[in-house]
């Protein structure tokens, strides 16, 4: 089975501009979350989703949206693109979200670099 | 809000020997999970080990294995016999208990392995 895939791998944006990042999560699971890495820092939460609602957001301005589609693909948004948004930009499925459910584990993408200039 | 330290920025072994990386975290919550993740230059961060709070007994994974002192609210994480592919940047994070999957990560701890 294919692991979680984000595209695209790398990105160059300028500043001002809009991007979207997909991802597709594991066959199977329903919830994607969304991270951002800056630079030698730890991933970031930005989002949430399961079953196409917004289960969780982070501490991220309005500029950040994202949706999840039925096939329970997402994309992540980033409207009026800044400098410090430059970052590796991480999805990750589950099988199930809530507490308590069994040993559900959080898998990842490989990430989109991108680069704002 | 919970925050994860790791107050080593830089840890380099020995092939074959052993090395622990220390991970503090701070929480109000008695229920929680605490992970270890290991992020390679592919970029994909890959779980290598994961505890829960309510056990007390610490978790192992092969060659991975932490000491987990909940009371001091420490996370530690022990390779043995160090391999040269587990060259990497190394993750602590929290997942406090609710209706989400949130993980709160510190800033990594990369190891090098010296041959």
């Given at each position: 089975?294919?692991?979680?895939?984000?595209?695209?791998t790398?990105?160059?944006?300028?500043?001002?501009?809009?991007?979207?990042?997909?991802?597709?999560?594991?066959?199977?699971?329903?919830?994607?979350?969304?991270?951002?890495?800056?630079?030698?820092?730890?991933?970031?939460?930005?989002f949430?989703?399961?079953?196409?609602?917004?289960?969780?957001?982070?501490?991220?301005?309005?500029?950040?949206?994202?949706?999840?589609?039925?096939?329970?693909?997402?994309?992540?948004?980033?409207?009026?693109?800044?400098?410090?948004?430059?970052?590796?930009?991480?999805?990750?499925?589950?099988?199930?979200?809530?507490?308590?459910?069994?040993?559900?584990?959080?898998?990842?993408?490989?990430?989109?670099?991108?680069?704002?200039? | 809000?919970?925050t994860?330290?790791?107050?080593?920025?830089?840890?380099?072994?020995?092939?074959?020997?052993?090395v622990?990386?220390?991970?503090?975290y701070?929480t109000?919550?008695?229920?929680?999970?605490?992970?270890?993740?290991?992020?390679?230059?592919?970029?994909?961060?890959?779980?290598?080990?994961?505890?829960?709070?309510?056990?007390?007994?610490?978790?192992?994974?092969?060659r991975?294995?932490?000491?987990f002192?909940?009371?001091?609210?420490?996370?530690?994480?022990?390779?043995?016999d160090?391999?040269?592919?587990?060259?990497?940047?190394?993750?602590?994070?929290?997942?406090?208990?609710g209706?989400?999957?949130?993980?709160?990560?510190?800033a990594?701890?990369?190891?090098?392995?010296?041959?």
């Amino acid at each position: 089975d294919a692991g979680v895939t984000q595209s695209p791998t790398h990105l160059i944006k300028t500043r001002g501009q809009h991007v979207t990042l997909r991802c597709s999560p594991i066959s199977g699971h329903k919830s994607v979350s969304w991270y951002q890495q800056v630079l030698g820092q730890g991933p970031q939460f930005i989002f949430q989703y399961y079953e196409k609602e917004e289960r969780g957001r982070g501490n991220f301005p309005d500029r950040f949206s994202a949706r999840q589609f039925p096939n329970y693909s997402s994309e992540l948004n980033v409207n009026a693109l800044l400098l410090g948004d430059s970052a590796l930009y991480l999805c990750a499925s589950s099988l199930v979200v809530g507490w308590g459910r069994g040993n559900e584990k959080l898998f990842f993408g490989s990430g989109t670099q991108l680069s704002v200039l | 809000a919970q925050t994860v330290t790791q107050s080593q920025p830089e840890m380099s072994v020995q092939e074959a020997e052993t090395v622990t990386l220390s991970c503090t975290y701070d929480t109000s919550e008695s229920d929680y999970y605490l992970f270890w993740y290991k992020q390679p230059p592919s970029r994909q961060m890959i779980l290598v080990i994961r505890q829960e709070a309510y056990k007390q007994q610490n978790a192992t994974e092969n060659r991975f294995s932490v000491n987990f002192q909940k009371a001091a609210k420490s996370f530690s994480l022990k390779i043995s016999d160090s391999q040269l592919g587990d060259a990497a940047m190394y993750f602590c994070a929290y997942r406090t208990r609710g209706n989400d999957y949130k993980l709160s990560f510190g800033a990594g701890t990369t190891v090098t392995v010296r041959a």
